[in-house]
């Protein structure tokens, strides 16, 4: 396929980070050029090596895999081992990876690739807290302009927070690399809770994902079993909302979602509120529009498109 998009995956998997890393790596649309590592659900050994232990289910051991950063900008590491499990990936036994991290720090290679490529040509997936977006647009702003779109899983308007009434997870954990994030003036496209409680793990998507019999489609399964369990718990629903491979089907199939143009801030500094992405969705403020926010998905199609990719590995 001679027209791929180049994008660099940022995530601190976590098993929707982990189905997110899948539908990437099967789909020949996208030309993975890296994937980056940042502390989030789990800390910083783990995210890594659980990246390298999903490129080999698959398979893609050549996957350029970095190393980034280990904790917030400014606040201290709060992760989520009670919705992911110790390892970040509970519910599917996967050998440890055998695979090699590349030497260079996942905010340098940001920045090289950045610089490096075509303008304008890079798309920053992100999965995780801003972390590593954040420290890169710190150290070389002059990527800013030069990079194609960010497209993140993170924040909630309708939907509240995760993590406290106001929050969510990503953005919560590293409130400061999201404000300067927001305020870099990349095209952004947000994934925020409010489309992903959209997308549920039924049981019904979950037994597609294992009727496809492979070790990924067995694996994929196991960490839905598992990883639903909180929200279904939480949110008195069937499934779990399943977050991240919302990043990765907007590339491929954008016309499955609905969203518009708003500004979004975030919160720093209040001990109440700080995380919350104040978005203006109703224009009630004449503050520059940053982001497309999305609200609406046809989940259907998006379980249909996850099944349908990861079927391509054994
Ligand atoms: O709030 C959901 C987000 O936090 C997802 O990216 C999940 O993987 C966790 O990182
Ligand atoms: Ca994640």
């Avoid at 920045?111 to 303008?119: G, K, W």
């Amino acid at each position: 396929m001679t027209n791929r998009r180049d994008i660099i995956i940022d995530t601190d998997p976590g098993q929707d980070d982990a189905i997110a890393i899948l539908l990437a790596l099967a789909s020949s649309e996208l030309n993975v050029l890296g994937i980056c590592a940042v502390a989030g659900n789990v800390p910083l050994p783990l995210t890594h090596s659980n990246i390298r232990k999903v490129c080999e289910l698959a398979q893609k051991q050549h996957t350029k895999v970095y190393v980034g950063c280990e904790k917030p900008m400014k606040r201290n590491l709060f992760t989520a081992e009670y919705v992911h499990g110790e390892t970040g990936l509970n519910g599917a036994q996967l050998p440890e990876p055998t695979m090699a991290l590349q030497d260079q720090h996942a905010v340098d290679f940001i920045i090289e690739t950045v610089l490096a490529q075509p303008d304008q040509s890079v798309t920053l997936c992100t999965l995780g807290p801003l972390t590593n977006i954040g420290q890169a647009l710190t150290k070389a702003p002059q990527i800013a302009p030069r990079i194609k779109q960010i497209v993140m899983m993170g924040g909630g308007l309708f939907e509240g927070g995760n993590v406290t009434p106001a929050a969510e997870f990503n953005v919560y954990v590293d409130p400061d690399a999201a404000s300067i994030t927001f305020n870099a003036g990349i095209p952004m496209v947000v994934m925020p809770l409010d489309v992903t409680h959209k997308a549920l793990t039924t049981s019904a998507r979950i037994e597609a994902l294992r009727s496809l019999g492979t070790k990924v489609g067995v694996a994929a399964a196991e960490w839905l079993d598992f990883f639903e369990r909180f929200d279904e718990e939480k949110y008195g629903i069937e499934g779990g909302p399943l977050h991240d491979p919302n990043v990765i089907a907007y590339l491929l199939k954008p016309e499955l979602y609905k969203g518009r143009h708003i500004n979004v801030e975030i919160e720093t500094d209040s001990p109440l509120t700080v995380g919350m992405t104040v978005a203006d969705y109703w224009h009630v403020t004449d503050k520059p529009k940053n982001a497309v926010w999305i609200t609406d998905v046809n989940a259907d199609s998006f379980f249909e498109l996850i099944t349908e990719r990861l079927a391509v590995f054994k």
